[in-house]
């Protein structure tokens, strides 16, 4: 594939909304890590129920960036639209939950990672679930 093909394909809109919503999953990857640490290590929870409030705490954060930026051409603006595009990105993130925890666990008691590193491997698998239900049903792009 020629230089102009690669262009051609990396500015593809799907390529280009895929792009950002791992730049924004990452982002939020890390803050979600952060306060995963913060509350297993200083709050003294369980890392399985730490992981579920991280979870829900990004959940919200991710909807705005992704509603501004990623899926931009089809944002929501209005404010009706605003929280049903917020609820559905609740649903599709909320059904991924049980699997991000499942893959966790699975990935601290039976591989014997450090439930960091874990949930680091559960947010990637989980985050491919998302983004195609997120792509499809929150943001309507086909």
């Known amino acids: 594939m020629g230089d102009s093909g690669y ?8 390529v280009v909304r895929l792009y950002r919503f791992v730049v924004v ?5 890390l803050v979600q890590t952060v306060v995963l640490w913060l509350l297993v290590e200083y709050a003294g929870l369980n ?6 409030l991280a979870i829900e705490m990004t ?19 209005a404010r009706y639209d605003y929280l049903v595009g917020l609820l ?21 008691n039976w591989a014997g990672f450090v439930y960091l590193v874990a ?3 559960a947010i990637f698998i ?6 195609y239900l ?3 049903w929150t943001w309507q792009i086909a």
């Open 7 to 14: 262009r051609s394909v990396a500015k593809h809109p799907t």
């Open 25 to 29: 999953g990452a982002s939020a990857a």
């Open 47 to 52: 890392y399985l129920v730490a992981a579920t």
């Open 59 to 77: 959940i919200i954060l991710q909807f705005f960036v992704n509603n501004a930026w990623t899926f931009q051409h089809a944002q929501y603006t």
């Open 88 to 108: 559905r990105t609740n649903v599709v993130r909320g059904t991924a939950i049980p699997l991000q925890l499942a893959l966790l666990w699975a990935f601290v």
């Open 119 to 121: 949930n680091g491997f």
């Open 126 to 131: 989980s985050g491919l679930y998302r983004y």
């Open 134 to 136: 997120d792509s499809r």
